[in-house]
C-alpha cells in the first residue's frame, strides 16, 4: 500500500494534476472573494453586470493559462492528434463554433448590447445576457399586447446573427415612430379637430421629439441616410365610413404604451369637451334587403 502511494505520488503527471487541482481552487476563491468585496458595492445594475461578467471570464481565462503551463509537456503530444481530428471536431461541433464566432460578432461588431430591445428570429425581447453561445431574452408580445413583458425568459443561438435579420429598437436611435388613428363623423369640425390634436402633440410630444431630432442628426453624419422629420405631424384621410385623422410622432421604445395611453386619454377628453361639434365614428352598416324579404 505504501509503495503503491510513493509510486502514486511520485508520478509526475498525478503531481501535475494536483498541482492544477490547487490552482483551479485557489483562483476561484480568489474571485469567490473579489466579487464578495466589491459587487455589493457597485449600485447600478449595468455596471454591476459588466463586473460580474468580466470578473467570471478573466477567472475562467487564468484557469486555462495556468492548466495549459502546467501540462505543456503533455499537451505537447497531442499536437498531431488534434490537428488529425480537427476536421472531425470541427464538422461535429459546427453550430458551437458558428454561435462563438456570432459572440464575437455581437461583443465587437455592436449588433446589440444587454438592455437593448431587439428581435431575433421572430422573438421579440430585451436582452439581459449574452453569453459565448446564446443571447438570452426576456420576451415580449405573443399573448400580450403592445410591448410588454409576458414573463417567459428566452435563449437563442448566438448563430442567429449570420442566418437572419437582427432588429434593433435601441442601438444608434432608441425613439421609433409610432401613430394613433382617430376616426371622426362627417359633418364634425374638421379644424377643431385639428386644433386639438396639435395642443395635445404640443403638451405631451415636443421634449421626445427634440431629443429624436439631435440623436438623428448623428445618425445622418454616420450612416448614408436622409434627414427625417421627427416633430409630431397631423394628417388627415375620408373613406366610406369617417374622416381619419392620424398622429405620427416620435417616442423612446420604452415609452410607446405609456405614452399613447396619455395621449388616449387626453384627446377622449378634448373630444367629449367639444360639446358635440367633434364626434368619433364607429362602423356603419347599411342593410338593404332582410332575409326571407321578396327581391
Do not use: C
Not at 3 to 17: A, G, N, Q, S, V
Not at 69 to 79: D, N, P
Not at 209 to 220: D, F, G, I, N, R
Request: proline share 2%; aromatic share 12%; hydrophobic share 45%.
Amino acid at each position: 500500500m505504501n509503495h503503491f502511494l510513493e509510486t502514486w505520488l511520485t508520478d509526475p503527471f498525478i503531481r501535475k494534476l494536483v498541482i492544477a487541482v490547487i490552482w483551479v481552487v485557489f483562483i476561484s476563491g480568489m474571485m469567490a472573494l473579489l466579487r464578495q468585496r466589491i459587487f455589493s458595492r457597485i449600485h447600478d445594475t449595468e455596471n454591476r453586470y459588466r463586473f460580474r461578467k468580466g470578473v467570471t471570464f478573466l477567472g475562467y481565462l487564468i484557469i486555462l493559462v495556468v492548466t495549459l503551463m502546467t501540462f505543456q509537456v503533455k499537451m505537447s503530444g497531442l499536437g498531431l492528434a488534434l490537428g488529425v481530428a480537427g476536421a472531425g471536431i470541427a464538422f461535429a461541433l459546427q453550430e458551437v463554433i458558428t454561435s462563438v464566432a456570432g459572440w464575437l460578432t455581437i461583443v465587437f461588431g455592436g449588433f446589440y448590447q444587454t438592455g437593448d430591445r431587439v428581435q431575433l428570429g421572430g422573438i421579440k425581447g430585451d436582452v439581459i445576457d449574452i453569453g459565448v453561445l446564446r443571447t438570452t431574452l426576456m420576451e415580449m408580445g405573443q399573448w400580450v399586447n403592445a410591448d410588454q413583458y409576458n414573463g417567459r425568459i428566452v435563449r437563442i443561438a448566438n448563430s442567429f446573427v449570420f442566418k437572419e435579420p437582427v432588429f434593433n429598437y435601441s442601438a444608434d436611435f432608441p425613439f421609433i415612430w409610432d401613430e394613433i388613428n382617430l376616426p371622426i363623423r362627417y359633418g364634425s369640425d374638421y379644424q377643431e379637430m385639428e386644433d386639438i390634436l396639435q395642443r395635445i402633440a404640443n403638451t405631451y410630444l415636443l421634449e421626445s421629439a427634440e431629443l429624436a431630432k439631435q440623436t438623428w442628426a448623428v445618425m445622418v453624419k454616420k450612416y448614408m441616410i436622409e434627414d427625417a422629420i421627427t416633430q409630431p405631424m397631423i394628417t388627415l384621410l375620408a373613406n366610406d365610413n369617417w374622416v381619419e385623422f392620424t398622429l405620427r410622432y416620435t417616442v423612446d421604445f420604452k415609452r410607446r404604451r405609456v405614452t399613447k395611453d396619455k395621449l388616449m386619454r387626453a384627446m377622449l377628453k378634448e373630444v367629449e369637451a367639444s360639446e358635440g361639434r367633434v364626434q368619433m365614428a364607429s362602423t356603419t352598416v347599411e342593410i338593404t334587403k332582410f332575409p326571407g324579404q321578396p327581391g
